[in-house]
């Protein structure tokens, strides 16, 4: 993994903490992820190149004036107020090489003198075993803290633990394993068609990322919620400001942002097309 710094621009020191996406049903981490980059008015100052991302390229997804800049990839940003680096990613890795990937990511995150890692991802509510909607929405966290997850400060914050992470589960084991760089007879793990229910959250894209980051020695914390496929705005908004509350940020205290403390992507414009024609009703 290559980091390209942009002509003229430096990364901070301070941003200590790296906040990405980790991609999943719904886009919800990615969207919350553009949601902050705007909100906090980050700074592109490069992107990243890896040979397990597919490669694409866009519009500006920020700015309403066109001005020359593309979206690449692997975007990295930085609000120096906050003390925040942001990475957003655009496209998908490369089937069967989720694992590389992490394990490039995790070791960019420990050279550029990252200390926390927060990932920002969506679980399928098909999956949902014990299903809890009295206090609203929930967010989930998993935690390297402890080696059961659990994190006293998610805790304090209302947050669930993901019950479903269990350490010794064969394929979070062999997760764990392979971001150790040992190896492991793949005869012990099961075919993708013989996946069980506790088989889904180790095969997603957070758990590789989480336990290469963890396996690299830096503090990482997973922010979790459920949803289906839609309009996921609002699941965005609800990961968003978890995320905030997690590293002690307040949207409304965010430089030039009114009393709301958000501010909408321009790209979100056009997300799902024009509104209806309401003549036809």
């Known amino acids: 993994m290559e980091f390209v710094i942009e002509q003229g621009k430096q990364p901070h020191q301070e941003c200590s903490t790296l906040l990405l996406p980790a991609l999943s049903i719904g886009n ?4 919350a992820v553009d949601l902050l980059v705007s909100s906090m008015k980050a700074e592109r100052i490069g992107y990243l190149d890896d ?12 700015g309403p004036i066109p001005c020359g800049d593309l979206a690449l990839p692997l975007e990295a940003y930085e609000s120096a107020f906050s003390r925040v680096a942001l990475l957003q990613q655009r496209s998908p890795v490369i089937k069967g090489r989720m694992v590389e990937f992490a394990k490039n990511l995790a070791n960019f995150a420990a050279a550029s003198g990252k200390k926390h890692v927060v990932l920002l991802s969506s679980l399928d509510f098909g999956k949902w075993q014990k299903i809890d909607m009295s206090s609203g929405p929930q967010i989930y966290y998993l ?3 402890n080696p059961d997850g659990r994190d006293d400060n998610c805790e304090q914050l209302g947050w669930k633990r993901l019950q479903e992470y269990n350490p010794a589960q064969r394929c979070w084991k062999y997760l764990s394993t392979l971001a150790e760089g040992n190896t492991m007879l793949e005869s012990n793990l099961p075919f993708e068609d013989e996946l069980e229910d506790e088989d889904y959250y180790p095969s997603l894209p957070f758990a590789a990322l989480f336990s290469c980051l963890k396996a690299k020695g830096l503090k990482v914390t997973s922010l979790l919620c459920y949803c289906s496929e839609g309009d996921n705005i609002q699941d965005a908004f609800h990961l968003a400001e978890a995320a905030c509350r997690l590293l002690g940020l307040n949207p409304s205290t965010f430089p030039g942002n009114g009393s709301g403390g958000w501010v909408i992507p321009f790209s979100w ?4 097309g024009p509104p209806p024609d309401m003549s036809i009703f």
Do not use: E, M, R, W
């Open 269 to 272: 414009q056009t997300v799902y």
């Open 143 to 145: 935690s390297s803290i």
């Open 51 to 62: 040979p397990f991302v597919l490669p694409c390229v866009g519009n500006d997804a920020y």
């Open 28 to 31: 919800v981490g990615q969207l």
